[in-house]
Structures are given as C-alpha cells and as structure tokens.
C-alpha cells in the first residue's frame, strides 16, 4: 500500500520506519527539501494546501495521514471528498482551536481547568472576575511547546499580557496547581478494535516535554481509558490519538488532545510489544492492532537544541537512540532516547544518566 503523510518531520520519519517491516511505501507532502522524513519515501515538496499537490497525493496514496494538526481545512476538506484521510477531519477540526477543544471536552463530561474566551482586553478583564489567578492565556490556534502563552499572575499582568497575544483570538485558562502531567495514547481501528498504553508520566519545562515515563498499573490508568475511549466514540476516531492530562487533588482535567501519533509515546519503540507508529500504520490500515503491553520500564528522554554524540548515549546501558536527521537549532527537538529494562534498579541508574546528558546538551 502507498501511505500518504502530510508533514516531513520526525513523526512522520518514525511512523515510515516502522512501516518498512509491513512492506509500506511511503509519500510525504512538505514544504522543506530536508525534512527528516522525505528521504524515507518519495517527496511531493510544495505547501500543504497547494491544489495540485493534494490532487496527487490523493490520486496516488491508498490512505492519507498527517503528523500535525495545524493542517489547513481546505487540505483536510479535499483529502477527505477525494481519499480516505485517518484520523478524520474533524479530530483535526476540534484540536487546531484550543476554545472548540475544550468545549468539545466540555460536553463529554471530561473535565478540565476553568476557561474562557477572549477576544480583547476587556472580555478578558471580564473573564478573570470568575478565574482565579495565577491564569494562563492561550492563543487558540497554532500554539505548540508553550508558544503563543503568557502567564498572568495578577491584575497589573492584564494589559502586557494582551498585547503580547497581538490580538489574536485566545482562551484564559485558571493555572492548574497540578502534582504531574500525565498523558494516554490510544488507538482504533475502522474494525473498531480499541487499545489503550500504560498512561505515560510527562515532565515539561519552558512548556516542552523533556521526559516521559511508561507507567505501570498507574491509579489513573482507569479514568485516563474512559477518557480516551469517549473522545475516540464522540470523533469516530481511527488511528493514535493522545490525551494530555494534570492531575491535581486526585482528579484528572484534561488539558489538550493530539490526533497523531505524540512525543509521550515514544517510550514505546522498545518499551511495548507493538509502537504507537506500527499501531497508528495497523490502524488507517485495517489490520489487526498490536499488544500495546509494556515491555519492562521504560521512560523517554528529549534531546533539544543540540544533536548528542551518540558514543556517549549509547554508552548508557539499555539506552537507545533515535535521531531525526536535523541539524542543531535553539529550542528545536533533534533527538530522543528510550531506556527500557526488566531490571527496576538499572532503569532507574540509567534514566538519570540520560537525564543529565540530555541537560548537557539542552540550549533552551
Ligand atoms: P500546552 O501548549 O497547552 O500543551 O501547554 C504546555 C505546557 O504548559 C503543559 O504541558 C503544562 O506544563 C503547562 N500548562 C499549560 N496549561 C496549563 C494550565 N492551565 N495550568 C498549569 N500548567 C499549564
């Protein structure tokens, strides 16, 4: 079969390596001449709302996929009349607008941080009358790794923090005290067969994911599943998706959902039985999905800014290294690490040896 991807980078790089072993074939649409991935399959370089791009990729993908939700409607609209496009549009339509998000969530009775819309100063005078501070303000649309967001920790914060938003349309969101972020990813197929992963314990500083957990037997695992399995029905979803969540007095609020395959789950290369990439490919495919049983510890470690060498890393017992082929650049993610291991103590040595080379080379 001949896979589409919309975006070139290192998702879409993973999902194609682990489609190789399936025999898959591979055709990226994206802007850049060397994004990680286009070496893995034939590159349709152009914009990705450009007609005749999507005329193609639609003529010649069996099955269409993205590893971004920032993908224009209009794209998604023609995928979606003219091929099969998984996940469906319409996970792209809720999770590309932070207010649809959370109202969507909302009426799922999932639960998540007080918020409100604002369009100017005023409303958002308005709205922090009922949310407490601290607050964060989000743009609604193409925020990412904590870009577009200003916290406000008081009313003399008001004013600065909306110019710094530059009037683009944004949510207010009560700050979340929480004691960890935690995340599910799971995945249907058109078959309608569901799995879920052992929910991943995330750190993130300066608003990016540095390190992500597998946990076992997590308390949370139970409600995290019923969250993910109501999104999955209410979007008629197929492929991964992945549920951010804080958890803060022993409840869970949701914060974001990511309809691809997520950097919280990338632990699972080695540390399940089947990855979240061979999943998502079993998913828009139809095949039968893969264990998503934990294979031991396992925990993940991002490498930002700077390439790491990889001697040192692989000098790391039970460390693995996954590079995406970019160079070196201020805040960006070049790499990651897994550590897995039966042995609970060895994890544990290694992870915080990975720990330190990551900060090593972190420039963010
Ligand atoms: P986001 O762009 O919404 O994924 O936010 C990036 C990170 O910022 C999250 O993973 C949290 O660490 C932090 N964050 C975002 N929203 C909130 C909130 N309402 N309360 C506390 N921390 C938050």
Not at 17 to 41: E, M, N, T, W
Not at 60 to 84: C, G, I, M, Q
Request: proline share 5%; with cysteine.
């Amino acid at each position: 079969m001949k896979i589409g991807i919309l975006g070139g980078g290192q998702l879409a790089r993973m999902i194609a390596l682990s489609g190789y072993p399936l025999a898959q074939q591979f055709i990226i649409l994206d802007p850049s001449r060397d994004a990680g991935a286009v070496k893995l399959g034939e590159h349709l370089q152009g914009q990705y709302d450009d007609p005749a791009l999507l005329a193609e990729l639609a003529q010649r993908a069996d099955v269409v996929t993205y590893e971004f939700e920032n993908v224009p409607a209009s794209a998604a609209k023609y995928l979606t009349e003219h091929t099969v496009i998984y996940p469906p549009a319409k996970a792209l339509e809720v999770s590309q607008d932070r207010l649809i998000e959370k109202n969507f969530l909302h009426d799922l009775d999932i639960e998540t941080a007080p918020f409100a819309a604002v369009n100017n100063l005023q409303e958002l005078r308005q709205a922090m009358q009922s949310i407490a501070y601290p607050a964060i303000l989000k743009s609604r649309r193409f925020g990412y790794d904590g870009k577009g967001q200003v916290r406000l920790n008081c009313e003399n914060d008001l004013e600065a923090a909306w110019e710094a938003m530059q009037n683009a349309p944004s949510i207010i969101e009560g700050f979340v005290p929480f004691e960890r972020e935690i995340s599910i990813i799971a995945v249907r197929s058109p078959s309608n067969e569901i799995a879920f992963y052992p929910v991943s314990e995330n750190q993130h500083r300066g608003g990016i994911l540095r390190v992500a957990q597998c946990r076992h037997n997590d308390p949370a695992q139970q409600l995290a599943e019923k969250y993910a399995a109501d999104l999955i029905k209410a979007l008629d979803y197929v492929g991964v998706i992945a549920l951010e969540m804080f958890e803060v007095n022993g409840q869970l609020l949701a914060n974001e959902f990511a309809p691809r395959v997520h950097n919280s789950g990338h632990w699972s290369i080695e540390g399940a039985v089947s990855s979240q990439f061979e999943n998502h490919l079993r998913a828009i495919l139809d095949l039968p999905l893969g264990s998503t049983q934990a294979n031991g510890y396992s925990a993940m470690v991002n490498f930002i800014g700077n390439n790491p060498n990889p001697t040192q890393v692989l000098a790391i017992p039970n460390a693995h290294l996954h590079c995406y082929d970019k160079s070196s650049r201020k805040s960006r993610k070049v790499a990651h690490a897994t550590i897995c291991s039966h042995d609970k103590t060895l994890f544990e040595q290694s992870l915080q040896q990975l720990i330190q080379l990551a900060e090593d080379y972190d420039d963010s």
